[in-house]
Structure formats: structure tokens, C-alpha cells
């Protein structure tokens, strides 16, 4: 079945300075990728999406890429904030299942002043 | 004008208790879920129901029982709680499942303690 591997488990970076998280995934039907970001003590909500037939998608300050021949997916965030510090977790979409993503692990994002 | 609304948002209780989560979303929703979420952050499915029809039940002790009274609302019960199952339970809505790119929406955690 589908996984999802996510990297790295934490990451610590200068207020400033770029992040970026990397995922993987087995499936190569899934078609649906989603990061959401899960502030200390609150709920996760979606941040960035990208479907199978796009490569690249931004937002402001955030990015999301992927690589379909390669089965990865990644979030750039650019100049950090402290308001970046975070869980993030990226998704995938579950071959013959409406209803089901698949979650990487987490990445806890940790924005240094 | 909470979208997906659960209660109570804490709860202690002693091993071997039962106890109930309630969730209602007012996003008109077809979809809803039940995720658990332990100390080590990872976020697990337990149960997705669309239009009150269970779809997903994953591997997930017989002492924990959904029901969808209707499509607005997903409850959780839990029989005879264990150390084990603490954690925070998270209720989510998406329009019609998440294939299709819908958002899923979470609500605001339950976190569940069991002393």
C-alpha cells in the first residue's frame, strides 16, 4: 500500500533563512498532496495543496514542488518568520480510497532568531 | 461560527471508564473523520463516515465505537479506557472525501487522559 516518508523529523533554521521538507511516496496513482501545519496546541489546517498534473505551486511565501517520475514532493518556505515555527505534514492521496490520505510523520520546524 | 466543533476539549479519567467525544461540523460536509494523535505527533485515522455510512475503520480496538446520528455530526465513544489511549482525538470534515482535493477541516482537539 501507499507510504509516505517524511524529512527530516526536525529542522532548525535561522529567522531569515529558507526550510525545506521533503517527502516521498510508494504509489505512483496517488494524484494528491496536501501540507498542513499544526501550530504548538492547535488544530493542523491545510496550508498548500498540489495535484499529479502540476509541478510546482506557490503561494506568498511558501512553495510546494513535485516530482512525479522521482515519487517526491517538498515545501520550500522562504524568509522564515517566528510565526513559522510548526509541525508540518505532508500527504498523499491513497490509490482507490476517496476518503483516505496517507501521512508522513511530521516535521517539526523550529525558526531561530 | 465554529466550522468543526468538538466536546469536551479536555478530559481526565481513570482506566477503565467509558467516555464520549461529540463532534459537529456546520460546513455541510459529507464527509467526517476521527483521527488520534500521540505524544509522538503522528496523526492516525481511526474512522471515516460519508453521508452517515462508515468507510474507513482501521485497525482500531473493538472498545472504540463511532456513530453518525447524521451527517453533521460524528461522535466517539470509548469503553473501558486504557493508559494507552491517551492522546488528542481530532474530529475532521472534508466536502466528499479528499481524492478530489478537498480540505480536510479539523476541529479543535480533544485531549484525553487517562490516569
Known amino acids: 500500500g501507499e507510504n509516505v516518508e517524511q524529512h527530516p523529523s526536525t529542522l532548525s533554521v535561522q529567522e531569515g533563512d529558507s526550510a525545506v521538507i521533503k517527502c516521498t511516496y510508494s504509489d505512483s496513482a496517488s494524484n494528491y498532496f496536501p501540507w498542513y501545519k499544526q501550530e504548538l496546541g492547535k488544530r493542523p489546517q491545510l496550508i498548500i495543496d498540489?495535484?499529479?498534473n502540476v509541478g510546482e505551486k506557490k503561494d506568498q511565501r511558501i512553495a510546494v514542488t513535485l516530482n512525479k517520475t522521482a515519487k517526491h514532493f517538498s515545501l520550500h518556505i522562504t524568509e522564515t518568520q517566528p510565526e513559522d515555527s510548526a509541525v508540518y505534514f505532508c500527504a498523499a492521496s491513497k490509490r482507490g480510497s476517496n476518503y483516505q490520505l496517507i501521512w508522513g510523520a511530521g516535521t517539526k520546524l523550529i525558526i531561530k532568531p | 461560527d465554529t466550522a468543526v466543533s468538538q466536546t469536551p476539549k479536555y478530559l481526565v479519567t481513570q482506566m477503565g471508564n467509558d467516555k464520549s467525544i461529540k463532534c459537529e461540523q456546520n460546513?455541510?460536509?459529507?464527509?467526517m473523520y476521527w483521527y488520534k494523535q500521540d505524544s509522538k505527533k503522528f496523526l492516525k485515522i481511526m474512522f471515516s463516515y460519508n453521508n452517515k455510512e462508515l468507510i474507513i475503520n482501521e485497525t482500531v480496538p473493538n472498545r472504540f465505537s463511532p456513530k453518525s446520528p447524521d451527517k453533521a455530526h460524528l461522535n466517539l465513544h470509548i469503553n473501558s479506557l486504557e493508559l494507552g489511549d491517551s492522546a488528542v482525538y481530532f474530529c475532521?470534515?472534508?466536502?466528499?472525501?479528499?481524492?478530489?482535493?478537498?480540505?480536510?477541516?479539523f476541529g479543535e482537539g480533544s485531549w484525553l487522559t487517562v490516569v
Open positions: 498540489i495535484r499529479s
Open positions: 475532521a470534515s472534508s466536502l466528499r472525501g479528499v481524492s478530489s482535493g478537498n480540505t480536510i477541516y
Open positions: 460546513l455541510g460536509h459529507d464527509t
